[in-house]
C-alpha cells in the first residue's frame, strides 16, 4: 500500500542543483543499488531500504514497509530487488548534464581517456553534492569523512578492478599531472579545487571556459621605458617573445633577483609590448586565495593546453619555485626528470619568475633560452623613478627631496609604496622619505642607505700620507673608472668616510661591505659572496667598498686551510677584473698578502692627527680655542673628536678644560698609548679620570 512519507533524500538535495544532476543522480542510486547490497551487513539494512524509499518519493512513488528486524538475506533481497525493479520502471529519461559537457572538453583539453574523465565524474558530483557523497559512502559499510571516495567505491561503480582504478591515479597519471584529483590517504579521493573550479563554471561553451581559465593579468602601470636599464637583454627578451608567439613555438624565459625590482611588473609590460595577453598561471584558486602546489601545476597543464595552438598569449609562471621545488616533507617527490620537463614541454613563450635563481639547479637553468637578473637599482635610475612617481600622484617635491628620497637603497616597489604614503596623507616628502627608510631598516640597511645627505669629510683633517685633497680630485676628472685603492690605519682616522666622500665627488652609489657580511661557515659560499659583491657593484656601476679587508685577504702563507687560500684567490682574481672603484679599509695592513700590493692602484696610509690638525678639529667640533695641552696628545684621530662632542653633548660639557681630560682619556684607552701602572691612582688622578669619563 501507497503511503505519504516526507523524504530526507528529498530534503537533502540543493535547490539550486539542476533538474538534470538530479534526476541523474536518481540514475546513479538506482545503479548503485545493487552494488551495495551484495555484501551488506544486517545493520546497514534499515539505511539501504530507507535510501530506496528516499529515492522513490523524489521519483514521486511511496511504499510502505514493515522493519526489518529478523528477515533472512532471501527476505530482504526480495525486498530490495522488487524496489529496484519498480525504481527502474519510474526513471526519467537519461541525458547528458552541463557539468558533463564541462568534464568532458576539459578531458579533451588535457588528453585524458574516458575512463579518466568518468573518474573524475564521480569524484566531483561527490565533492559538489552531498546526497551524492552520502550515497558513496554506503559502499564501505556507513559514513567517512564528506566528500571523499574510497578506491574500491569508484571501482564497484566503474565495472573495473580496483588496480585498474589505482594505476589511473598513480604519480605521473594524467588526474595527477593535471592537478584534478587528490589523495587524500588511505584509499580515499577527492576531486581537486581546480577540477570543482571548472565543474561549476555558469557556461558550457568551449570559449568562454577556456577564458574563464587562463583569465587575463592586470594591465601594468608602468611602460617600456621603464626598463631601458635593462639594456640589451629587456630587448632581446622583447624579440625573443614576439618571434615566438609568431613561430607559435614554446620559449621559456628566466626574471630572478630580489623581491620588489620589477620581475611582474616587467613581464606584463612585456606581454604588452608584444601584443600578446598575459597569463598570471595559477595565482589564485577559485575562491580568490593561494592555490596548493598540485593545483597550480594542473593549472600550468591546462594552461599549456589551451593555448599550444595560440600566437596570442604569454604565459607568466610567478614564484616559480614552488612548482620547481617540492617540500621535503611531501612523500612522493618528483624526479630531475619530470623538473626538466616541466620546462622543456612549454608550447608557447612563458616567463618564469623566481627571486634565488640557485634553488633550480643547472639542470633547469640550462633548459632557459634567456636569463635576466633584476637587481637593486643604482641610484640614478632610482632618481628617475622617484620623478615618474612623483609627477604620476601630481606631488610638488623638491630636486634635493627627491634626491633624498632616491639615495635610500630600497626596490622600486618600496619606492611606490612610498610615494603614495605620502599621496595619500599631507603629500610631504618627509613622510614619503620616512616611509621608505622604515623598510629599509625593516630590511637590515645600514643606517647611511636610510637618508640622502652628502657625506661631510674635510681630507685636509685628516692624518695621511699622501696629499687626499690632491688625490680626491684627480680621481673626479679621470676617465678610467676601475681604479683600486687600499686604505690602512688606526681605527677612527677616516677610512671609510675617504670611500664615501670620494664617491660622493664622484656621483655614483656606494656599496658598502663588511667582511662579516661575506665570510660564510660553508666551504665556498664566501667565494660565492665576494663574487656577488663585485657583480652587484658592476651592474650598478657603483663604487664597492670592502671594510676589514684583512679577513678576507690573509697572507696565504699564513694560512692554515684550504678555504682560506681560496678566498684570498678569489679577492685577488675579482679585483683585477672589477670594472667599477673599488676600495679596502683595514687596520691590519700587514697581515694582507703580499699580492695584494701590486692588485691595488693607490695606497694610503692613515696615522695619527698632527698637532695643527689637532688643533683645528678641536676648533671646528667645541669653537673654543685648543688648550696648550692638546699638542701633548700624539695618538688621536678624527674618530675622537666627533666621540667626545657626542660624550660633550649628552653631559652638557662645554669646559675646554673639561673636553680636553675627555680626549686625554680616549687617547690614553688606546693600545699604543703607555700604560699607568698597576694600582691605586692619586686621588687627583682619580678625580680627573672619573671627570673624563
Known amino acids: 500500500?501507497?503511503?505519504?512519507?516526507?523524504?530526507?533524500?528529498?530534503?537533502?538535495?540543493?535547490?539550486?542543483?539542476?533538474?538534470?544532476?538530479?534526476?541523474?543522480?536518481?540514475?546513479?542510486?538506482?545503479?548503485?543499488?545493487?552494488?551495495?547490497?551484495?555484501?551488506?551487513?544486517?545493520?546497514?539494512?534499515?539505511?539501504?531500504?530507507?535510501?530506496?524509499?528516499?529515492?522513490?518519493?523524489?521519483?514521486?512513488?511511496?511504499?510502505?514497509?514493515?522493519?526489518?528486524?529478523?528477515?533472512?538475506?532471501?527476505?530482504?533481497?526480495?525486498?530490495?530487488?522488487?524496489?529496484?525493479?519498480?525504481?527502474?520502471?519510474?526513471?526519467?529519461?537519461?541525458?547528458?548534464?552541463?557539468?558533463?559537457?564541462?568534464?568532458?572538453?576539459?578531458?579533451?583539453?588535457?588528453?585524458?581517456?574516458?575512463?579518466?574523465?568518468?573518474?573524475?565524474?564521480?569524484?566531483?558530483?561527490?565533492?559538489?553534492?552531498?546526497?551524492?557523497?552520502?550515497?558513496?559512502?554506503?559502499?564501505?559499510?556507513?559514513?567517512?569523512?564528506?566528500?571523499?571516495?574510497?578506491?574500491?567505491?569508484?571501482?564497484?561503480?566503474?565495472?573495473?578492478?580496483?588496480?585498474?582504478?589505482?594505476?589511473?591515479?598513480?604519480?605521473?597519471?594524467?588526474?595527477?599531472?593535471?592537478?584534478?584529483?587528490?589523495?587524500?590517504?588511505?584509499?580515499?579521493?577527492?576531486?581537486?579545487?581546480?577540477?570543482?573550479?571548472?565543474?561549476?563554471?555558469?557556461?558550457?561553451?568551449?570559449?568562454?571556459?577556456?577564458?574563464?581559465?587562463?583569465?587575463?593579468?592586470p594591465a601594468s602601470t608602468l611602460n617600456w621605458d621603464n626598463f631601458t636599464h635593462l639594456g640589451d637583454l629587456g630587448e632581446l627578451a622583447r624579440k625573443l617573445v614576439h618571434e615566438s608567439s609568431r613561430r607559435r613555438s614554446g620559449l621559456n624565459i628566466l626574471l630572478y633577483g630580489l623581491p620588489g625590482t620589477g620581475k611582474s611588473e616587467f613581464a606584463r609590460v612585456l606581454a604588452q609590448a608584444c601584443g600578446l595577453y598575459a597569463v598570471m598561471v595559477g595565482a589564485t584558486d577559485e575562491f580568490g586565495t593561494e592555490p596548493e602546489r598540485s593545483e597550480r601545476l594542473g593549472h600550468l597543464a591546462i594552461c599549456r593546453s589551451l593555448v599550444r595552438r595560440s600566437s596570442e598569449h604569454l604565459l607568466i609562471?610567478?614564484?616559480?619555485?614552488?612548482?620547481?621545488?617540492?617540500?621535503?616533507?611531501?612523500?612522493?617527490?618528483?624526479?630531475?626528470?619530470?623538473?626538466?620537463?616541466?620546462?622543456?614541454?612549454?608550447?608557447?613563450?612563458?616567463?618564469?619568475?623566481?627571486?634565488?635563481?640557485?634553488?633550480?639547479?643547472?639542470?633547469?637553468?640550462?633548459?632557459?633560452?634567456l636569463a635576466i637578473e633584476f637587481r637593486m637599482p643604482n641610484r640614478a635610475l632610482r632618481r628617475k623613478l622617484v620623478g615618474e612617481m612623483v609627477e604620476q600622484q601630481r606631488l610638488s617635491f623638491e630636486p634635493a627631496e627627491r634626491d633624498n628620497l632616491a639615495a635610500v637603497q630600497v626596490a622600486p616597489a618600496v619606492l611606490r609604496n612610498a610615494v603614495q604614503a605620502a599621496a595619500w596623507?599631507?603629500?610631504?616628502?618627509?613622510?614619503?622619505?620616512?616611509?621608505?627608510?622604515?623598510?629599509?631598516?625593516?630590511?637590515?640597511?645600514?643606517?647611511?642607505?636610510?637618508?640622502?645627505?652628502?657625506?661631510?669629510?674635510?681630507?685636509?683633517?685628516?692624518?695621511?700620507?699622501?696629499?687626499?685633497?690632491?688625490?680626491?680630485?684627480?680621481?673626479?676628472?679621470?676617465r678610467i673608472p676601475n681604479w683600486s685603492l687600499l686604505a690602512s690605519g688606526p681605527p677612527g682616522t677616516g677610512k671609510s668616510a675617504l670611500a664615501r666622500y670620494i664617491a660622493g665627488r664622484l656621483s655614483m652609489e656606494v656599496i658598502e661591505k663588511r667582511a662579516s657580511d661575506l665570510l660564510n661557515m660553508y666551504v665556498g659560499n664566501t667565494e660565492k659572496a665576494i663574487a656577488a659583491a663585485f657583480r652587484e657593484a658592476a651592474d650598478a656601476q657603483a663604487m664597492l667598498i670592502i671594510d676589514e679587508a684583512d679577513s678576507l685577504l690573509r697572507d696565504r702563507q699564513q694560512a692554515s686551510r684550504g678555504w682560506e687560500v681560496s678566498m684570498t684567490n678569489e679577492m685577488l682574481t675579482w679585483m683585477e677584473r672589477a670594472t667599477t672603484p673599488?676600495?679596502?679599509?683595514?687596520?691590519?695592513?700587514?697581515?694582507?698578502?703580499?699580492?695584494?700590493?701590486?692588485?691595488?692602484?693607490?695606497?694610503?696610509?692613515?696615522?695619527?692627527?698632527?698637532?695643527?690638525?689637532?688643533?683645528?678639529?678641536?676648533?671646528?667640533?667645541?669653537?673654543?680655542?685648543?688648550?696648550?695641552?692638546?699638542?701633548?696628545?700624539?695618538?688621536?684621530?678624527?674618530?675622537?673628536?666627533?666621540?667626545v662632542a657626542r660624550k660633550a653633548r649628552l653631559l652638557g660639557e662645554e669646559s675646554a678644560a673639561v673636553l680636553t681630560r675627555m680626549l686625554e682619556a680616549e687617547s690614553a684607552a688606546k693600545p699604543s698609548a703607555a700604560r699607568a701602572p698597576m694600582g691605586f691612582l692619586p686621588q687627583a688622578q682619580a678625580r680627573s679620570a672619573a671627570n673624563a669619563a
Not at 528529498?10 to 541523474?24: F, Y
Open 1 to 217: 500500500m501507497l503511503i505519504r512519507r516526507r523524504s530526507r533524500f528529498s530534503q537533502n538535495l540543493p535547490g539550486t542543483m539542476p533538474k538534470g544532476e538530479r534526476a541523474l543522480l536518481a540514475h546513479l542510486s538506482v545503479e548503485a543499488l545493487p552494488q551495495i547490497t551484495r555484501k551488506l551487513p544486517e545493520h546497514m539494512r534499515e539505511s539501504v531500504l530507507d535510501l530506496a524509499d528516499q529515492i522513490g518519493s523524489e521519483l514521486g512513488m511511496r511504499w510502505s514497509r514493515a522493519g526489518t528486524r529478523g528477515w533472512t538475506d532471501e527476505e530482504f533481497q526480495n525486498a530490495i530487488g522488487e524496489r529496484i525493479g519498480q525504481l527502474r520502471a519510474a526513471l526519467p529519461r537519461r541525458r547528458s548534464t552541463g557539468l558533463d559537457a564541462r568534464l568532458q572538453w576539459l578531458g579533451r583539453t588535457v588528453d585524458l581517456d574516458q575512463l579518466d574523465v568518468d573518474i573524475l565524474r564521480h569524484l566531483v558530483r561527490a565533492r559538489m553534492f552531498e546526497p551524492y557523497s552520502q550515497l558513496l559512502q554506503l559502499f564501505v559499510n556507513g559514513p567517512r569523512v564528506s566528500n571523499e571516495v574510497h578506491i574500491d567505491v569508484l571501482a564497484a561503480l566503474l565495472g573495473k578492478s580496483a588496480m585498474t582504478v589505482h594505476k589511473r591515479m598513480e604519480p605521473g597519471s594524467a588526474l595527477l599531472s593535471a592537478g584534478l584529483v587528490t589523495d587524500c590517504r588511505g584509499g580515499d579521493w577527492t576531486a581537486s579545487a581546480l577540477a570543482l573550479r571548472i565543474a561549476q563554471m555558469p557556461t558550457n561553451q568551449p570559449a568562454k571556459l577556456a577564458k574563464g581559465l587562463l583569465g587575463s593579468a
Open 317 to 369: 609562471v610567478d614564484e616559480a619555485e614552488d612548482l620547481m621545488i617540492q617540500p621535503s616533507f611531501l612523500a612522493s617527490k618528483h624526479s630531475k626528470l619530470y623538473l626538466n620537463n616541466l620546462v622543456e614541454r612549454s608550447t608557447s613563450p612563458t616567463i618564469w619568475i623566481v627571486n634565488d635563481h640557485n634553488l633550480l639547479g643547472s639542470a633547469v637553468l640550462r633548459r632557459m633560452t
Open 425 to 478: 596623507t599631507d603629500r610631504h616628502a618627509s613622510t614619503a622619505l620616512a616611509a621608505a627608510s622604515s623598510i629599509a631598516r625593516a630590511l637590515g640597511a645600514e643606517p647611511n642607505t636610510l637618508c640622502g645627505p652628502a657625506v661631510r669629510f674635510d681630507p685636509s683633517l685628516c692624518g695621511a700620507d699622501v696629499d687626499l685633497e690632491f688625490l680626491v680630485s684627480r680621481l673626479a676628472t679621470a
Open 582 to 643: 673599488f676600495v679596502a679599509t683595514t687596520n691590519l695592513r700587514e697581515s694582507l698578502d703580499p699580492a695584494t700590493s701590486r692588485r691595488f692602484v693607490f695606497k694610503i696610509a692613515f696615522r695619527w692627527l698632527d698637532a695643527p690638525q689637532a688643533r683645528a678639529l678641536f676648533s671646528h667640533y667645541f669653537g673654543e680655542r685648543p688648550p696648550a695641552c692638546l699638542d701633548r696628545l700624539d695618538n688621536l684621530t678624527p674618530g675622537d673628536f666627533a666621540l
